[in-house]
T-cell receptor, first 115, second 110 residues
Framework: DAEITQSPRHKITETGRQVTLACHQT?????MFWYRQDLGHGLRLIHY???????NKGEVSDGYSVSRSNTEDLPLTLESAASSQTSVYFC??????????????FGPGTRLTVL | SQQGEEDPQALSIQEGENATMNCSYK?????LQWYRQNSGRGLVHLIL?????REKHSGRLRVTLDTSKKSSSLLITASRAADTASYFC??????????FGQGTELSVKP
């Protein structure tokens, strides 16, 4: 069955370190998204991609970057981790074909703690 | 900034009762979607309603949309303990990007 996976599921790192969170989908979806979820803020969009070599900034992109070298993967990199980036990160994908009825499939999340 | 605001933030009911959650948004939309999140898990899509639709049903779920008031409601009928979760509305204003509300935490007591 097609799925979307994230790794690692839990990560503890130190302030200033570079961290990369992996997202892999086997749906063959064009669109991929990264969100962070914090208490009191719901889900906020960090970056998104409509296809290979395409990346776009979301609402809270400062301090994060992504790259899309193939259809299946959209890794999220924290250039220099800060305590404010402690959060739960979700990756999602959608096929992007039916533009009026596009729905997203979510990964299980990565809980990141920055000390 | 968040597009959707949900009400109530938390709701506690008994099994068998109906649960109603409301969502308001600010800008024009292509569609509005509802997602469920069980504790510690990713979000799961429940139902989508297009901007030209007023009501939609799926099993025990009923969604309404009032574009003149920029609001939507999700009704879960005959709630079960397994419905305990957080529920989020999300609006698609174009490009497949979703803007999520802060969610309603539903607790269904057996």
């Amino acid at each position: 069955d097609a799925e979307i996976t994230q790794s690692p599921r839990h990560k503890i790192t130190e302030t200033g370190r570079q961290v990369t969170l992996a997202c892999h989908q086997t749906w063959n979806h064009n669109n991929m998204f990264w969100y962070r979820q914090d208490l009191g803020h719901g889900l906020r969009l960090i970056h998104y991609s409509y296809g290979v070599q395409d990346t776009n900034k979301g609402e809270v992109s400062d301090g994060y970057s992504v790259s899309r070298s193939n259809t299946e993967d959209l890794p999220l990199t924290l250039e220099s981790a800060a305590s404010s980036q402690t959060s739960v990160y979700f990756c999602a994908s959608s096929d992007g074909i039916a533009v009026d009825t596009d729905t997203q499939y979510f990964g299980p999340g990565t809980r990141l703690t920055v000390l | 900034s968040q597009q959707g605001e949900e009400d109530p933030q938390a709701l506690s009911i008994q099994e068998g009762e109906n649960a109603t959650m409301n969502c308001s948004y600010k800008t024009s939309i292509n569609n509005l979607q509802w997602y469920r999140q069980n504790s510690g898990r990713g979000l799961v899509h429940l139902i989508l309603i297009r901007s030209n639709e007023r009501e939609k049903h799926s099993g025990r779920l009923r969604v309404t949309l009032d574009t003149s008031k920029k609001s939507s409601s999700l009704l879960i009928t005959a709630s079960r303990a397994a419905d305990t979760a957080s529920y989020f509305c999300a609006t698609d204003a174009g490009g497949g990007k979703l803007i999520f509300g802060q969610g309603t935490e539903l607790s269904v007591k057996p």
